[in-house]
């Protein structure tokens, strides 16, 4: 495939093959290229390594790269920053934020914290880097119920930001969690019932699901996992139809591992592609290109807040297998 920049550069850029380009500057920089499931099928292929949160902050944390060009969202890159930060990390566009991690705003989340001192707070990784450093330990979709039964039965325990997974965690291990009512505009969008249509008319269809959907529609799911989860159960079931009930971005990946299974994406309520993730969608191949030719728009952060964001985020690694 061979996509150039758009009108608006190239009136003052040669036309680039940005696939070529890209690899060159990878080689320049000293560069690695980390990609979320969510992002445009270009920007996938183009990655080092794609994964879900829990991988990617892996990734981030084991790679001898010099620069890291992090397609995700901001809490996502921030992350990579917090865990490397003599690294140049690099995000598409800086504005692609998450509504998960803007439903949790620091100076009210200190003042819920002080009605429950004597809580333990483990927060979702889509969160700020300052809610970071008011947590205990971070968790991701895929550790956070390993992570909560790791955690003595008599220590109570806040969970933030979101209230889906927070629900799902308090269902899977039997604990009674203090939620912060945060939510996911994507997931939230999901329809029981025309996901139930759905399913009349694909009656052979499993129902996988990400566990920031709410309550009413993950009792429908088949399987309820994060993103690397549901590809991973996608490729090992003996199913060949899959209602895939999360950004749809994920079924790119699910269709290269497996071309001769069939997955549709779940319908949101109205007659729109907002089960499509407006932040993570705002990053382009050309973006990409673009920050790695210029190094930037690049995360920084103050060195106390990522020093005080790093504890609990090297606590959940040190918590997973
Ligand atoms: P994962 O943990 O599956 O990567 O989910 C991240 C996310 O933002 C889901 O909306
Ligand atoms: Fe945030 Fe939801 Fe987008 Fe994930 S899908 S990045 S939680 S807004």
């Not at 879900?52 to 809490?75: E, W």
């Not at 001192?117 to 947590?135: E, F, G, Q, R, W």
């Not at 930001?161 to 009512?181: E, F, H, I, K, S």
Request: aromatic fraction near 6%.
């Amino acid at each position: 495939m061979f996509t150039t920049v758009s009108p608006a550069a190239s009136a003052v850029l040669p036309p680039v093959d940005l696939f070529e380009a890209i690899q060159a500057l990878k080689q320049e920089l000293n560069a690695v290229i980390l990609a979320h499931y969510y992002q445009d099928p270009d920007i996938q292929d183009v990655a080092d390594y794609i994964g879900d949160s829990l991988g990617l902050s892996r990734q981030a944390a084991a790679t001898d790269a010099d620069v890291i060009v992090f397609a995700g969202v901001h809490f996502m890159a921030e992350t990579a920053k917090i865990l490397n930060p003599q690294k140049q990390v690099l995000l598409p566009d800086l504005d692609a934020g998450c509504s998960l991690a803007d439903s949790c705003p620091p100076e009210a989340f200190a003042a819920f914290k002080q009605t429950h001192p004597d809580h333990l707070v483990v927060s979702y990784i889509n969160c700020t880097a300052a809610i970071k450093a008011m947590s205990d330990i971070i968790c991701t979709s895929s550790n956070a119920v390993s992570i909560v039964q790791q955690i003595p039965e008599h220590q109570p325990i806040i969970f933030a930001p979101d209230q889906n997974l927070g629900r799902y965690v308090m269902a899977q291990t039997g604990r009674d969690l203090v939620l912060w009512q945060g939510s996911c505009i994507v997931h939230e969008t999901f329809s029981e019932k025309k996901l139930v249509q759905l399913q009349i008319t694909h009656p052979e269809a499993a129902v996988i699901a990400h566990p920031e959907c709410e309550a009413a529609v993950l009792r429908h799911a088949d399987y309820v996992g994060s993103t690397t989860a549901l590809l991973n159960y996608a490729q090992q079931s003996p199913q060949d139809q899959f209602i895939v009930v999360t950004e749809p971005g994920i079924i790119h990946q699910m269709q290269k591992q497996t071309p001769q299974k069939q997955f549709i994406p779940a319908p949101p309520l109205a007659s729109c592609a907002c089960n499509e993730c407006p932040h993570m969608r705002l990053n382009t191949l050309e973006k990409l290109y673009l920050a790695m030719r210029d190094r930037q728009p690049e995360i920084v952060l103050p060195a106390d807040l990522q020093a005080a964001a790093l504890k609990p985020i090297q606590k959940m690694l040190a918590m997973s297998t």
